[in-house]
Every structure is written in C-alpha cells, then in structure tokens.
C-alpha cells in the first residue's frame, strides 16, 4: 500500500537558524498536506499543495511539491520557539473511488532559546 | 460550530473489556477517519469512511470495528480490548476529495 516516509523525525535547531524537512511517498500523489501538532494537542491543518513543482509560501514557512509529485519538504527560515510541534505531511490519493489521506511519521522539531 | 468532537476524552479499560469511541462532525464532510497516534510512529490510519453507508479497512484495522451511522457520525469498537490498544485516538473529517482534514481533540486510551 501506499507509504509517506519523513525525515529525519526529529531535528532540533537553535533558534533563528533555517532548516528543511523531506517527506516522500512510494507511489504518485493527487496532492499533500501538512499538518502541525503542538505538544498535547491536535493535528492542525497548515497548506495543501496539488499541482506539479507547486511551491507556497507562509510568512517564515516555504512549501514545496516535487515534479514528479512524489515527494515534497517544508523550509522553514529564522526558527522560533513557537514553531515547536510535530510536522506531518500527508499524502492523498483517489483510489478505487474512494479518497485516502495516509499520514508520515512526523518531524519533531525542538527549538533551543 | 463545533468541528469534530470526540467522546471520550480519557478511558481506562481492563483487558477484555468493550467500548466505543464516538465522533461527530458539524461540517456535512463526506470523509471521516480513524487514526491512532503511538510515539515514534506517527498517525496510523485505522478505517475510513468515504461517504456515509461505506467503510473500509486502514492500515491497522485489526481489533476494531466501526460504523458510520449517519453523514455526522463515525464509531469507532474495540470488542476486546488488548494493552497493545493503548494509544491516542484521533477521528478527523474531510470534504470530498482534495480536502483539508480537520481533527477532532483526541481520545487517550489506556489498556491495562
């Protein structure tokens, strides 16, 4: 079946340095979706990306979805204390006329002050 | 609105016992998801339901059963609860295809 792999799963940073996270997937994606989750709480929805080589921007927080739509990463710039969470990507595929959203294991990121 | 709420928030079981995980959503999403989240292993997709009246088996379905009752609700059943169930449960609803999924606050379930 379909696998999302992220790496690494952890990555701890000093605060107001720059990093990025990978998120690949065994087979082609409709789209992928990346979620945040703060210690304790929920997933939260953060952007889907769609179409080929697409790349968003939110303030410090640079998305991009690869050519081949089978992998993507997340850059984020100056990291913050806030920015602590655990990051998933999630890949999305319409199969058999059905949707699935199948979810990597997650990027923990720490943030040294 | 309400989002997704789950019910219970905390349960305790002994080995054996039966419970049900409820969840209801006030969004009119077609998808609806089970997840269980375990250290280190991310989200685990347990069953789905794409549109109310269909289920479908997950990556670990095994131990569970579930029923879409109507648009809004999706149940999640242990009938014999195991201490490898041990986990934080997540249901989360979707609106067709491609959609944002938007979680409920989690169940914490401890097996003993």
């Known amino acids: 079946g379909q696998q999302v792999m992220q790496i690494p799963q952890y990555q701890h940073v000093q605060e107001g340095e720059d990093f990025t996270t990978y998120c690949n997937s065994s087979?082609?994606?409709?789209?992928i979706q990346w979620y945040k989750q703060r210690p304790g709480g929920h997933p939260v929805f953060l952007i889907q990306?769609?179409?080929?080589?697409e790349v968003k921007k939110q303030k410090r927080l640079t998305f991009q979805f690869g050519e081949a739509k089978k992998n993507s990463s997340l850059h984020i710039t100056a990291t913050q204390t806030t920015d602590v969470g655990t990051y998933f990507c999630?890949?999305?595929?319409?199969?058999?006329?059905?949707?699935?959203?199948?979810f990597g294991k997650g990027m923990k990121l720490t943030v040294n002050p | 609105n309400a989002g997704v709420t789950q019910t219970p928030k905390f349960q305790v079981l002994k080995t054996g016992q039966s419970m049900t995980l409820q969840c209801a959503q006030d969004m009119n999403h077609n998808s609806m998801y089970w997840y269980r989240q375990d250290p280190g292993m991310g989200l685990r997709l347990i069953y789905y339901?794409?549109?109310?009246?269909?289920?479908d088996k997950g990556e670990v379905p095994n131990g569970y059963n579930v029923s879409r009752l109507n648009k809004r609700e999706f149940s999640l059943r242990l009938e014999s609860a195991a201490p490898s169930q041990t986990s934080v449960y997540f249901c989360a609803s979707s609106d067709g295809w491609p959609g944002e999924a938007f979680f409920g606050q989690g169940t914490r379930l401890t097996v003993v």
């Open positions: 990306l769609v179409k080929s080589g």
């Open positions: 087979t082609t994606l409709s789209n």
């Open positions: 339901s794409a549109s109310e009246g269909t289920t």
């Open positions: 999630a890949g999305n595929s319409f199969q058999g006329g059905s949707e699935k959203l199948v």
